[in-house]
């Protein structure tokens, strides 16, 4: 079962704004509207302006020296308006982010710097709200120490500010050496200190959809994982100074190609760049005291150059433009009945397609032709609106083997449909049945049965009981197309999605998972782990001679409904619950995974994934690091995402274990899930949080000696009883 549902309209082509940050001494005296414009006619979209000027620095600086008070009260403040750098006018204030003063010190260990601090941000805030500013740029926290000083100011002014949003501007990461040459040299730069710093202040503040980051790239890029770190994080702009371009061979400014990388990736989720320090390189590049305008503008053309070389979106991306990080319910296609829309958009993936008649082909091709020439008998269940029939009918074709083809579909307007396309394309080569696939009673057993009942995370569409209640009719030597299908998951960070979850302010938000295009989210582990299989036909349910022993949940509800809507369908008995039928315990699972985290980060939840062997060699993933082998391009299922509903924070080399369980009552069917979060200290000893946790880590740099396991944090068990479930009856 395609998990992703969507109206598709027609992508929007990205718009892409460079800004420009004028040096400092450019801009001393106040900028008019036609300063701002001639910019902007320059080529730049945007222009990053300080809002108040050096003069107002040194008349706050002299009145702190003088009489603190009259700056710490607002309403004895003086008034700032001579001081700015623009007047209010509404046609550029789209094309204004306001700077906020580069010298206030909002995590000053003195309470009266602090104090004074947060005056001025509030006095700049409010300014350049009036003048319609949307964002004011401020700068990030220079004391780990004193974060939480930090935010107070910043959510202080974003209290007393109503409508301005603030941009905290931060390196990506330390500078400094990579790794210690020897034992006296300097510490190991942290990498993750300043998103760690990041963390810290949004989860202070109480305003997460006013407040994003504006990232410095540095010259020296940081390791990947701190790049994917930030692209977890709401990223407004990212600033370049023209000083980290280099020169090619004819002395023109390029970036390298790791920042051209880095770049494209920015670009293709997020639209604003800021040029700085343009003329100061300028003057560097061309030799020159006074570069010319022409000069300074060739940064400007290499960033317009990008934007007309970027990667075009893949066929994921095409695909899901728009629905990004876009919360869904999964899909029931067994209680509801689908839409003709949501299978149109199914049938949009020309490799599931591809993939589903490349095993069809092979199935046939090796199966040995029935006696007297008959033709080999197929069923695709759950048909919809027949696209696998048509994949049957080729593969046939191309195979030379004549087949005959059941299609058995519930949903009795996608039935409607298949008859139409029987009548005016299959004609006597294919029979529609009008059924719930697990109180089918056919005339002739079927050699090969052809299903597409998977979910984001495999079994979540209740594959498992179908094909089960379905197996019967198969022959004993028959084939089931998929063959198996096993469900993957890995620990990840998402800020966004987790409010957007808790936004939703609905009982139960965090007991259900969401279907979801991930783009804010960064895997926390390196590696993605199976949590178990299913395969068909499935060993526990009675031999196919048997029929109908096998166990049928729900059929007999289902009927009731057919018979309600008045259609008659086939002669197949109405199956009566009885133990035998009713049992599902072979489909419950359990797994516990552990999860290395080398780099600290906060786990917001769980992603799932899912991979198929159709037959054979012929296989589907959308595991992102198994797609592109097994089926690349396939853009039919979206991830899913477990939730959890605290976030827990993880240290470097900790451990994640999640547990998680597929659960039945014979009613229903339900994921519940749990996790937990252990810190490794090297030591030998066994410690008292978890005795027999005692273990040999992982990690290479403690590999050879034992670490104790310490407990960190739990969270609670979610959806315990299937409030969330998926009803078989
Ligand atoms: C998206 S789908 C796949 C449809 C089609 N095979 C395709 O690839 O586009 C799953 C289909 O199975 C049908 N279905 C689900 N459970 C069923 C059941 N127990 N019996 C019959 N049809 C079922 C749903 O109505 C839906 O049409």
């Not at 004895?76 to 982010?97: D, G, L, R, S």
């Not at 990498?191 to 202040?201: K, P, Q, R, T």
């Amino acid at each position: 079962m395609s998990e992703v549902s969507m109206d598709h309209g027609k992508p929007m082509s990205p718009t892409y704004y460079i800004g420009l940050q004028p040096e400092m001494s450019s801009i001393d005296t106040a900028i008019d509207s036609e300063g701002i414009l001639s910019s902007v006619t320059d080529g730049y979209d945007v222009l990053s302006v300080p809002i108040t000027n050096p003069r107002f620095r040194s008349r706050v600086s002299r009145i702190s020296q003088s009489d603190l008070s009259t700056v710490i009260v607002p309403h004895v403040a003086p008034p700032i308006y001579p001081e700015v750098n623009f007047a209010p006018n509404t046609t550029y204030a789209q094309h204004v982010f306001g700077l906020c003063a580069k010298w206030i010190e909002l995590d000053s260990a003195d309470p009266r710097i602090a104090g004074v601090s947060t005056q001025v941000l509030k006095h700049e805030l409010s300014y350049a709200s009036f003048c319609g500013l949307s964002y004011v740029i401020v700068p990030g926290p220079t004391r780990r120490n004193n974060v939480a000083m930090y935010a107070e100011s910043l959510n202080n002014a974003l209290a007393a500010v109503p409508y301005i949003n603030i941009i905290v501007h931060l390196a990506m990461a330390e500078s400094g050496v990579e790794e210690p040459s020897s034992s006296d040299a300097p510490a190991p730069v942290d990498s993750m200190s300043i998103w760690d710093i990041w963390n810290s202040v949004r989860t202070i503040c109480d305003y997460p959809s006013r407040l994003s980051v504006g990232l410095q790239l540095p010259a020296k890029l940081p390791p990947q994982s701190v790049v994917s770190r930030w692209f977890a994080e709401p990223i407004t702009v990212l600033f370049i100074s023209a000083k980290i371009f280099l020169s090619n061979p004819k002395g023109y400014p390029v970036l390298s190609k790791a920042h051209q990388y880095l770049l494209f990736k920015y670009l293709k989720i997020k639209p604003y760049t800021i040029l700085q320090d343009v003329r100061e390189a300028t003057q560097i590049r061309t030799s020159s005291k006074l570069p010319s305008k022409q000069d300074e503008r060739a940064y400007l053309i290499y960033m317009r150059h990008l934007h007309t070389i970027l990667p075009s979106p893949t066929a994921v991306e095409k695909f899901g433009q728009g629905y990004q990080d876009y919360l869904q319910n999964p899909l029931q296609p067994l209680t509801d009945n689908l839409e003709s829309g949501t299978y149109e958009v199914f049938e949009k993936d020309p490799v599931k397609y591809a993939q589903y008649e490349k095993a069809i082909f092979k199935a046939l091709s090796e199966r040995d032709s029935n006696p007297k020439g008959q033709p080999i008998i197929l069923a695709v269940v759950g048909a919809g609106r027949g696209p696998l029939v048509a994949c049957s009918l080729r593969a046939s074709e191309r195979a030379n083997v004549p087949i005959f083809v059941y299609a058995v579909e519930k949903n009795p307007n996608a039935y409607t449909y298949l008859l139409q396309r029987k009548e005016l394309q299959w004609q006597s080569n294919v029979e529609v049945v009008f059924r719930d696939m697990r109180t089918w009673n056919p005339t002739h057993k079927v050699d090969i049965m052809i299903s597409e009942l998977l979910g984001s995370f495999g079994d979540n569409e209740l594959s498992p009981e179908c094909l089960d209640g379905v197996q019967c009719v198969l022959k004993s030597n028959g084939i089931m197309i998929p063959q198996s299908y096993s469900s993957h998951f890995i620990p990840a960070m998402s800020p966004k999605i987790f409010s957007s979850i808790k936004l939703q302010n609905k009982e139960d938000v965090m007991n259900t998972p969401y279907v979801v295009m991930l783009q804010a989210v960064d895997l926390l582990a390196p590696e993605i782990k199976q949590a178990w299989e299913f395969r068909h036909p499935s060993p526990y349910v009675g031999a196919s001679s048997s029929w109908p022993t096998a166990p049928v949940i729900g059929g007999p509800k289902q009927q009731q409904r057919y018979d309600d809507l008045g259609i008659d369908c086939s002669s197949a008995p109405v199956l009566q619950d009885s133990p035998a039928h009713i049992s599902n315990e072979h489909n419950n699972r359990h797994v516990k995974a552990r999860f290395l985290i080398e780099n600290r980060g906060v786990m917001h939840g769980f992603v799932g994934y899912f991979e198929s062997v159709l037959y054979g060699d012929v296989e589907l993933s959308t595991r992102p690091d198994t797609i592109n082998k097994k089926s690349k391009d396939m853009v039919s299922w979206f991830p899913i995402w477990f939730p959890i509903s605290t976030p827990l924070y993880v240290p470097d080399n900790a451990e994640i274990e999640i547990s998680i369980w597929r659960k039945t009552d014979n009613r229903k069917v339900w994921y519940e899930w749990s996790v937990e979060t252990f810190i490794l200290v090297p030591g030998s000893g066994s410690d008292a949080s978890d005795s027999m946790a005692t273990t040999t880590t992982l990690h290479s740099r403690a590999a050879s000696s034992p670490t104790k396991r310490v407990r960190l944090g739990s969270s609670k068990l979610h959806n315990p009883g299937g409030k969330y479930s998926s009803m078989l009856l």
